[in-house]
């Protein structure tokens, strides 16, 4: 069997994943708004990495933050639809934190 360079990434990504799968059906409007698999791994895995790393996954605000801006949403768009994302953006993370694997007891390796 092939080990992957880097398990806990690879377990991430896995988490993600299925995350993903679960936020699709709970979301199937927004399937079209590029909360998609390229901002996924592009966007959300390096700021999940960094925070992890730390001990701390990102906040929904956040990510709901970093999802409007990988939109180009100007700042007054953010702020008429934050309530939206950020709920949109709890889910997701509520979904990955069933999903992801437990954090490392020694320093990430990603």
Not at 25 to 37: H, I
Not at 59 to 80: M, N
Request: aromatic share 10%; net charge neutral.
């Amino acid at each position: 069997m092939f080990n992957h360079p880097h398990p806990f990434r690879a377990r991430l990504e896995a988490a993600l994943e299925n995350a993903y799968a679960h936020f699709r059906a709970d979301y199937p409007a927004w399937q079209d708004t590029l909360w998609d698999r390229h901002f996924l791994k592009a966007h959300l895995l390096p700021e999940l990495q960094q925070g992890l790393e730390h001990g701390q996954a990102p906040s929904a605000p956040r990510i709901a933050r970093l999802w409007a801006e990988h939109l180009g949403l100007s700042p007054e768009l953010q702020r008429r639809w934050r309530r939206e994302l950020e709920l949109m953006a709890a889910n997701f993370l509520c979904h990955l934190e069933h999903a992801r694997p437990p954090l490392p007891r020694s320093p990430v390796s990603v």
